[in-house]
């Protein structure tokens, strides 16, 4: 039996989208400490070429970064020309790209009796360019990235996808249908590629964080005021067995299980990482 390791993802060249996000630089860092060479993709290239320059100077790795727009398939072939050249054939993809939008979400959590006088912030007030907003930037912003990178593994016959799904795809909490849906959609396109790129020796699976403090959700979780956990942040502190958010840099080791060979028959599973949210009934 071979000896288990991250040795084999050592000089293998990943793709971040979002690279330059809190997740996408945590994730990073950690596929740093294991050699890989990395490409950071962010529609912001100030922020991709920093957060890139960081970790290589941080961990005396190759990491580069690159602006790309995961909703322009020119702009994604674009960078992969660019990543080619600069570091080689691609093996592995991370679909970090993702996030929500306030448009797309209701002011409060259920419509009652005593409250249909306020249609306005409920599912009728919904804002449909909100919702196409955060279905573009999550499931297009995964369908893309993943047509235009994996073509190098084709080649090799071999390669990782990771797609970044949530927790919400599996139990939407109030207030989010956009983005909950969405995630589901990440799932499921997941388990369909699995099936689809399973003979070439592709693999894709996907993770679910659970809650994890980041710029796209701190403005519900934390009173900007105060500091303190707003009362649905307390609900999401209550309802997780650790009773805590989890740590970005929490992430990293099984995004790491799932790109190396370590899982090499594993394809098409989303694997929580959650703090336990998933496992509990709320009593």
């Known amino acids: 039996m071979n000896t288990l390791s991250f040795e084999d993802l050592r000089n293998q060249v990943c793709v971040i989208t979002g690279g330059a996000g809190v997740i996408g630089t945590a994730i990073a860092k950690g596929l740093a400490t294991v050699g890989v060479k990395l490409a950071i993709l962010d529609l912001n290239e100030e922020m991709a070429l920093k957060v890139a320059s960081d970790i290589a100077s941080e961990y005396g790795i190759i990491a580069k970064g690159y602006k790309a727009n995961v909703l322009d398939k ?151 005021k105060t500091g303190e956990a707003t009362p649905r942040g307390q609900k999401i502190i209550d309802n997780t067995p650790m009773e805590r958010y989890g740590e970005v840099e929490e992430l990293a080791g099984t995004v790491a299980y799932l790109l190396s060979d370590v899982s090499k028959f594993v394809t098409g599973i989303c694997i929580p990482v959650d703090g336990g949210y998933s496992a509990f009934g709320g009593v």
Do not use: C
């Open 74 to 224: 020119n702009s994604l072939e674009a960078a992969k020309a660019k990543i080619n050249s600069d570091l080689g054939e691609i093996s592995l993809l991370i679909n970090g790209a993702g996030g929500n939008s306030p448009k797309a979400n209701t002011q409060i959590e259920r419509l009652e009796k005593g409250n249909l006088n306020e249609l306005e912030k409920s599912f009728y007030g919904l804002d449909v360019e909100g919702f196409d907003f955060v279905f573009d930037l999550n499931f297009k912003g995964t369908l893309l990235p993943t047509m235009v990178f994996t073509t190098d593994m084709l080649e090799i016959g071999k390669g990782a996808v990771l797609n970044i799904s949530s927790m919400n795809s599996f139990k939407p909490l109030t207030k989010i249908p956009a983005y909950s849906a969405a995630k589901s959609a990440i799932n499921n396109f997941t388990e369909w590629l699995s099936v689809h790129l399973a003979k070439t020796g592709i693999r894709v699976n996907a993770i679910a964080p659970g809650f994890f403090l980041t710029n796209q959700n701190r403005f519900l979780l934390v009173d900007e």
